[in-house]
T-cell receptor
Framework: GAGVSQSPSNKVTEKGKDVELRCDPI?????LYWYRQSLGQGLEFLIY????????KSGLPSDRFSAERTGGSVSTLTIQRTQQEDSAVYLC????????????FGPGTRLTVL | GENVEQHPSTLSVQEGDSAVIKCTYS??????FPWYKQELGKRPQLIID?????GEKKDQRIAVTLNKTAKHFSLHITETQPEDSAVYFC?????????????FGKGTRLSVIA
């Protein structure tokens, strides 16, 4: 079946603009994660959704970042008033929702803030 | 919270030699330790994982060892091949219920020289 998909693959925006990044998880996966990968760096956790539970937002770097997951499937990560330091690859992952199940990553969205 | 340290940051080996990447973690409650491989411009993919109830796991040329007392785990790649060249990330997590986000190391860039 299809893997995790993300759109757009690349996004260039001007400082101060808002952006929306989309993630389509694998069908049936109840857990969805957003990570950020800066150039040459590891993966930084941002936010986590598990079923109908309240999301774990502990990794969001500022209140300019927010995310939603509609209908337990598609998720949107929104960055308001983008800053140059927001430039990174934003990766989404999903898993089946049982303990320790493999997280499958999407291809990422490369965000460049000019 | 959990903190994962990964060493070395870069590693070059001759084709056919072995490569070892080491990680330490801080939270003794962590009990799931996956390793991801990320080729240039591609998404991270799980290559092997280990749970805290075992000390070693092998899959063909790849093996992972875990020392819970010392809180460290290692990735071993034998008979390296050029296609093993990639960035490798270790991670740790401790799901008390359901999945929890992975805490990643900063990655090791492995270069296999033909």
């Amino acid at each position: 079946g299809a893997g995790v998909s993300q759109s757009p693959s690349n996004k260039v925006t001007e400082k101060g603009k808002d952006v929306e990044l989309r993630c389509d998880p694998i069908s049936g996966h109840t857990a969805l994660y957003w990570y950020r990968q800066s150039l040459g760096q590891g993966l930084e956790f941002l936010i986590y959704f598990q079923g109908n539970s309240a999301p774990d937002k502990s990794g969001l770097p500022s209140d300019r970042f927010s995310a939603e997951r509609t209908g337990g499937s598609v998720s949107t990560l929104t960055i308001q008033r983008t800053q140059q330091e927001d430039s990174a690859v934003y990766l989404c992952a999903s898993s089946m929702g049982q303990k320790n199940n493999e997280q499958f990553f999407g291809p990422g969205t490369r965000l460049t803030v000019l | 919270g959990e903190n994962v340290e990964q060493h070395p940051s870069t590693l070059s080996v001759q084709e056919g030699d072995s490569a070892v990447i080491k990680c330490t973690y801080s939270d003794s409650a962590s009990n799931y330790f996956p390793w991801y491989k990320q080729e240039l411009g591609k998404r991270p993919q799980l290559i092997i994982d280990i749970r805290s109830n075992v000390g070693e796991k092998k899959d063909q040329r790849i093996a992972v060892t875990l020392n819970k007392t010392a809180k460290h785990f290692s990735l071993h790649i034998t008979e390296t091949q050029p296609e093993d060249s990639a960035v490798y990330f270790c991670a740790a997590t401790h799901p008390f219920s359901g999945n929890t986000p992975l805490v990643f190391g900063k990655g090791t860039r492995l270069s296999v020289i033909a």
